[in-house]
């Protein structure tokens, strides 16, 4: 509920610190990753701001180095997630009823927090839990986790101040936006600190209660994140973070009455069959629940016959390799005009062959490991069955190793088909498909892109013809909720290019914005009468 306005002043991004030999950074973060590793921590649940332990531990390992322990986390069952809506609840009316400035200035303290006192370790968390290098880390659990809570405050005070106009005649008129009745369930993912936190504080700031499961591969850094949240000053039972099997949170969630909402994001085939359990049970609750999923998808570049071949093989390298491929937003299809194809891959060729490849612990790599071993095994299972195809060219990579940590080369594929199983498929890793395409196929080809796959996340176009430019934009406007012209397909700045797609890649509610917010409210609208009528005749019943 409103009780006041303040004017919040626009944010600015974070700056993103360089981390370049010899800077006061650079030693901090290394002094935080030897400070991590030199002790095994005891990771508890949180629930109604209790830490909760059980009989079961599971052990936390880098996945670059899978021998050192980090770390054991207690493990729930269904009776923790019982206890985490309970919570919830009990702290619902007085969260949602404290007035939005308080709210938001937790959430603000949060920030200033992860931007001074906890950034190193926030850091340092996500590259041993999550085999982050030290600038992925950075603009991940660093400087977009404070965009989002920064520019979020914004886009709250922003909501709040929208109101209708005042009515002729005596009354006024003015918009309410409540929390949702009930509690929200935060489902968020290892490869996304900045994700892991933005999906549990976007609904909580806006007067909601959560019960959030993360990824057991990101339970390391969001450990750190609860730390954080607390010493911010979050009320008790307001987020509530407990780790349980998937199923187990599923069947006690789904079937609550108080099930209000769910922010996901993962992979495509949970949130449908996420979607289709909230639609069976739909007569269970006290509200249509609000669905928020961003999810899979199958990213493309596209290279124009005038694309410049120097930015062009920087975008395909970073865009495919950079956390391994591990982003949703990652390049794991490209269509290359054929005039450019030979300088092109010479440059890929020539780069890739110069990444290391290692631990996060040494600035000097490029590529670190893939988050365990079912990604591992699954990834290897694709270059292998790549290396038996005799239609199918590897020009670079093709190997791996997990016998210290899980690492996969950076991989290209070359394929004459455009419709092989790499090019259609999330593969979700450092594996990239080329297809060549003859330049006056260049209509033909945007067809194809648009058709190849169920998903519409991000994509990108490099090219100096500004009519080939447009008519991409045009043909593939379905295609990609994230489009970039003459850029790499990843990279959304919060406050700059809100993140979302449509089609099987999730709701496209677009985080980093006030779209996203405005799906953790429910308006009410109030019209209040000064001086109201006091007969009900109209003028025109009148006698002539």
């Not at 440059?347 to 988050?371: P, S, W």
């Not at 950076?410 to 890793?429: N, R």
């Not at 449509?502 to 009468?529: C, F, H, Q, Y």
Request: hydrophobic letters at 40%.
């Amino acid at each position: 509920m409103l009780k006041g306005f303040f004017n919040v002043p626009h944010p600015v991004n974070e700056p993103v610190l360089t981390y370049s030999p010899g800077s006061k950074e650079r030693k901090l973060l290394k002094e935080a990753i030897a400070e991590a590793r030199s002790k095994v921590i005891d990771i508890p649940m949180y629930i109604g701001g209790k830490e909760i332990r059980t009989d079961h531990q599971t052990s936390i390992f880098p996945p670059h180095d899978h021998q050192h322990l980090l770390g054991k986390y207690h493990s729930g069952t269904k009776e923790h997630v019982s206890l985490a809506i309970k919570a919830a609840l009990k702290a619902k009316p007085a969260w949602e009823n404290l007035a939005w400035e308080h709210r938001a200035a937790i959430f603000l303290k949060a920030a200033d927090l992860i931007a001074g006192p906890y950034r190193y370790k926030l850091n340092a968390a996500t590259m041993l839990g999550q085999s982050k290098n030290a600038y992925q880390a950075e603009i991940d659990s660093a400087c977009e986790l404070i965009d989002f809570l920064r520019f979020n405050i914004k886009y709250m005070s922003d909501i709040y101040a929208q109101q209708p106009p005042v009515s002729p005649g005596g009354s006024w008129n003015r918009v309410e936006q409540r929390p949702l009745e009930g509690f929200v369930f935060a489902l968020t993912p290892f490869n996304f600190t900045a994700i892991s936190g933005n999906l549990p504080t976007s609904a909580a700031m806006m007067g909601n209660v959560i019960v959030w499961k993360p990824s057991n591969t990101q339970i390391y850094s969001a450990n750190v994140l609860m730390e954080i949240f607390r010493e911010a000053g979050l009320p008790d039972g307001v987020i509530n973070l407990i780790y349980v099997s998937g199923p187990d949170a599923g069947d006690v969630i789904f079937s609550h009455p108080d099930f209000a909402g769910i922010h996901f994001t993962g992979s495509t085939a949970v949130f449908q069959n996420i979607w289709k359990t909230i639609g069976n049970n739909i007569h269970q609750y006290k509200t249509y629940p609000r669905i928020v999923g961003e999810t899979g998808g199958k990213d493309f570049i596209l290279v124009h016959g005038s694309a410049n071949v120097e930015a062009s093989a920087t975008a395909i390298l970073r865009g495919a390799f950079e956390y391994q491929g591990q982003k949703c937003s990652a390049a794991s299809r490209v269509y290359i005009a054929a005039s450019v194809w030979p300088a092109i891959k010479e440059l890929l060729q020539r780069d890739l062959a110069g990444l290391k490849i290692g631990g996060t612990e040494d600035f000097g790599n490029f590529i670190n490991a893939v988050i365990d071993e079912k990604s591992f095994d699954k990834l290897s299972g694709y270059i292998d069955r790549a290396k038996s195809d005799k239609d199918l060219e590897i020009i670079s990579g093709g190997n791996y190793d997990k016998s210290k940590g899980y690492f996969i080369e950076p991989t290209v594929l070359l394929t004459k088909d455009p419709y092989y199983v790499t090019m259609c498929e999330e593969l979700f890793g450092p594996v990239l498909t080329v297809y060549v395409y003859e330049d006056s196929d260049f209509e033909n080809t945007l067809h194809l892109i648009d058709n190849t796959s169920i998903y519409a996340l991000t994509g990108a176009i490099l090219a100096q013809d500004r009519y080939a430019i447009e008519k991409a934009g045009h043909a593939l406007r379905n295609a990609a909720g994230n489009f970039y012209i003459n850029d790499k397909c990843t990279g959304a700045v919060v406050g700059q290019q809100p993140f979302g797609g449509a089609r099987g890649s999730g709701t496209n509610d677009k985080a980093g914005s006030m779209i996203n917010l405005l799906r953790w409210v429910s308006p009410r609208a109030i019209k209040e009468t000064f001086d109201p009528p006091k007969d009900y005749r109209y003028p025109f019943m009148e006698k002539e």
